[in-house]
C-alpha cells in the first residue's frame, strides 16, 4: 500500500490500545511528546487520533485539568518538604498556598484587574494650554493674558 505506512501502522495500533491509558498519562502531566515515545508512535498519528477520538477537545482538556491539579498539589508537597533549618520555607510554603487559592478560587483570592488608568499631568497641562484663548488687556495694549472661557 503506497503511502505513509508508518503513519497507517501508528493509527491501527492506537485503536488497539485501551483509550484510558493515553487519557491517563496525560493527566499525569505528560506532554506529548513523551506519550509518543511510550507507547511508541509518531505525533501526527496521535493528534489525528485526539480529533478522531475527541473532536471538541473535552477529554484532553478535563485530562490537563487533572494533571494542573496535579502539579498544583505537588507543589505544594515540594513547599512542606523543605528542610526546617531553611530560613525561606515559610515564606515558600505560603507563596505556594497563596498560589494555589488564587488559581483555585479567582473570585476570592485572585488579583482585581479592573481598568488601568494612567494619569499624566504633563499632558493635562499642555492639552489646557493649547485649548487657552489669548486675550488683550483693552486698557493699556502692552501684554496679552490667557484666559480659559
Not at 491501527?12 to 506532554?31: C, F, H, R, V, Y
Request: negative net charge; glycine residues 4%.
Amino acid at each position: 500500500m503506497p503511502g505513509r505506512p508508518k503513519y497507517r501502522s501508528d493509527l491501527d495500533a492506537l485503536q488497539a490500545m485501551p483509550e484510558d491509558m493515553i487519557w491517563s498519562m496525560l493527566e499525569q502531566g505528560k506532554t506529548i511528546t513523551q506519550v509518543c515515545y511510550e507507547i511508541g508512535v509518531g505525533k501526527k498519528a496521535l493528534q489525528d487520533w485526539f480529533k478522531e477520538v475527541d473532536p471538541d477537545d473535552s477529554k484532553i482538556t478535563r485530562a490537563r485539568a487533572k494533571a494542573a491539579t496535579n502539579y498544583a498539589l505537588e507543589a505544594l508537597e515540594i513547599a512542606d518538604s523543605i528542610d526546617e533549618s531553611n530560613p525561606s520555607r515559610p515564606l515558600h510554603r505560603i507563596r505556594t498556598r497563596q498560589w494555589i487559592a488564587e488559581r483555585w478560587d479567582r473570585k476570592t483570592y485572585g488579583t482585581q484587574s479592573g481598568p488601568q488608568i494612567t494619569l499624566n499631568i504633563q499632558d493635562l497641562r499642555l492639552n489646557a494650554l493649547r485649548h487657552a484663548e489669548v486675550v488683550e488687556d483693552l486698557s493699556t495694549d502692552v501684554t496679552p493674558k490667557l484666559s480659559t472661557n
